[in-house]
């Protein structure tokens, strides 16, 4: 199974973007599907996650301002990003919990896109 998330990029501070995480494979399922981010010398930390069923949750920082969706029949994930502030710079990181045939359930990472947010 991998993971290919789309291209970040570069805003303004208050602006917005989007992004995507497409899972691609063979006889798999995913289950919850994650986003986190790192900024250098910072451990990774979650920003939100949903289960399958479209339960949510998101860290404190951007409640009210990222909205975690997912298109269960496209087997893509999304992080819609509103009023984005200097301090959501990082690379962000989608993850899915995946079940693969009759393997145990393992967690699967994108590769990582840089989203800078200009003051």
């Known amino acids: 199974v991998q993971l290919v998330e789309s291209v970040g990029g570069l805003v303004q501070s208050g602006g917005a973007l989007r992004l995507s995480c497409a899972a691609s494979g063979s006889s798999f399922r995913l289950n919850a599907m994650g986003w986190y981010r790192q900024v250098p010398g910072k451990q990774r930390e979650l920003v939100a996650t949903?289960?399958?069923?479209?339960?949510?949750i998101y860290a404190d920082s951007v409640k009210g301002r990222f909205t975690i969706s997912r298109a269960n029949a496209k087997n893509t994930g999304y992080l819609q990003m509103n009023s984005l502030k200097p301090e959501d710079t990082a690379v962000y990181y989608c993850n899915a919990d995946v079940t693969v045939g009759v393997l145990p359930r393992r967690t699967y990472w994108g590769q990582g896109t840089q989203v800078t947010v200009s003051s």
């Open positions: 949903i289960t399958s069923g479209g339960n949510t």
